[in-house]
């Protein structure tokens, strides 16, 4: 190599390094920001929970009736379970519509059988297209159940079959193999109650891997023993307990999670249902949703309510695990480059000017910038110009900062909803945040990138999701 181009390659490797570190300084700092802010709006509701008695609601007409919506596509193991546990929410007045989405299994004999089902006639305006539906059942044994069955069509699909067929004004999607807290519907609906107009709200997801399940119940939260499915429990607190509630202070969220979320009908009626095109329908129908109401001038609210909990099945093999990241990713990009326009817009305020700008520079580019981070020090290793201190930098500002972000997030949860009661499990939780970024920080960027290459070739194929079932017992 000439000294000329030694040269250059020393000022390109020092300035990409420049580059890196600044944008994870900013990055995370903004995350650091999120945690600041959440830590009001956390000790306000935990302060609400500890003193909100929630046998008032159950008799009160204030609280707006829910129809809970489940798509179901070969679930018979489960879903007969999945629909007696939903029926089973305390809340005043719901219904439960399950949308058998052209099972080829023995969903639908399992429903009929267990719930007694009759054919009705489909008195229900299509107001969404959909797939055909072939029929629409109600239940001699629960007056509170609608099936509806169609042939296949996809998630987004059957969920606009659940919305056409829905009585309520509030909606809530939950899939079928996620457990929902017996009370959580009553502390989701309580943003509605305030007096503000709120198009959705949020709830918490937590990691059921290894909990002690009983009639479709969480009697017992435990940290997985499995090491990918513990490392995953710190991300979803460090996502949920602040990520998405520091949110509430800068404008509302732009992700409301598809497991478990609470929106009003008449609102995803107006843009148009759930979108079958995109691989994160709830990301997609949340910006559809901010989009619409902004056009419109509607005052809104979208927030985020940390009490209200549903527990899921997280990956517990690196095949399933590096499928769904991928696919979080590559609908994540698909999302942000179909919606540009919002970048800096003023006539979307703070979603536009803070909200977007960060799901797209600080979420969509993060893995291309990691990457380049450690292909470039790498480089500078093998040229003899690496820069020790600057090599340092980097690591501490990728991945230290997001250690101490998640080691905050489990003393956060520590201090206050203190779901895990274990000593052990608190130590283990931060043992974990200490051990997530080596190793499988890199493994989760590898899968993002994956996503991003998949998102720019078009593909919007869903992938198989192999799980493994709670513990019962």
Request: hydrophobic content about 50%; proline content about 4%.
């Amino acid at each position: 190599m000439t000294d000329a181009l030694y040269l250059f390659v020393a000022r390109l490797v020092g300035f990409v390094d420049d580059t890196v570190i600044w944008y994870f300084l900013v990055v995370n700092s903004f995350y650091a920001l999120l945690l600041i802010l959440s830590i009001p709006e956390l000790w306000k509701h935990w302060k609400i929970t500890r003193q909100e008695d929630l046998e008032l609601y159950l008799g009160s007409e204030a609280l707006t009736p829910i129809t809970i919506l489940i798509p179901a596509h070969n679930m018979e193991a489960s879903i007969t379970e999945s629909v007696a546990a939903q029926i089973g929410l305390e809340y005043p007045q719901h219904e439960v519509v399950v949308v058998n989405d052209g099972s080829s299994d023995g969903t639908m004999e399992r429903l009929r059988g267990v719930f007694d089902l009759y054919e009705v006639p489909p008195a229900f305006p299509a107001k969404l297209p959909t797939k055909t539906v072939r029929a629409y059942y109600r239940s001699h044994r629960e007056p509170r159940l609608l099936v509806v069955d169609k042939e296949n069509g996809g998630k987004a699909d059957a969920l606009n079959a659940g919305l056409n067929a829905g009585r309520y004004p509030l909606v809530v999607a939950v899939d079928a193999d996620t457990i929902v807290a017996h009370d959580a519907l009553l502390r989701l609906a309580r943003p509605f109650l305030l007096g503000e107009n709120v198009a959705a709200a949020g709830g918490t997801i937590r990691v059921a891997n290894g909990c002690r399940v009983e009639n479709s119940r969480v009697v017992e939260a435990r940290v997985p023993r499995g090491v990918l499915s513990a490392m995953q429990v710190p991300e979803y607190l460090r996502a949920f307990l602040f990520g998405r509630l520091g949110w509430n202070k800068l404008g509302g969220n732009l992700i409301v999670s598809g497991a478990f979320g609470l929106f009003q009908r008449s609102y995803l009626l107006a843009i148009g249902g759930y979108t079958s095109g995109n691989v994160v329908e709830d990301l997609d129908l949340v910006v559809r949703l901010h989009r619409h109401l902004r056009a419109e001038r509607v005052p809104y609210r979208i927030p985020f309510v940390p009490d209200p909990v549903a527990w899921t099945e997280v990956p517990s093999d690196l095949r399933t695990h590096a499928r769904q990241r991928e696919r979080w990713h590559r609908g994540l990009v698909i999302t942000m480059l179909s919606n540009l326009n919002l970048l800096f817009n003023r006539k979307f305020g703070r979603i536009g000017f803070i909200t977007a700008p960060f799901f797209f520079f600080g979420e969509m580019l993060a893995p291309v910038l990691e990457l380049l981070g450690y292909l470039v020090t790498m480089l500078g290793a093998a040229l003899g110009i690496l820069n020790v201190q600057i090599a340092l930098l980097f690591l501490a500002v990728a991945l230290g900062y997001q250690m101490l972000l998640s080691i905050w997030a489990v003393i956060l949860e520590e201090a206050t909803f203190r779901v895990y009661g274990r000593v052990g499990d608190f130590l283990r939780l931060v043992l974990y945040s200490i051990l997530e970024p080596f190793g499988y920080r890199q493994l989760t960027v590898l899968w993002r990138l994956w996503g991003f290459w998949n998102a720019l070739r078009g593909l919007t194929h869903w992938g198989e999701m192999r799980r493994k079932g709670f513990l019962e017992g």
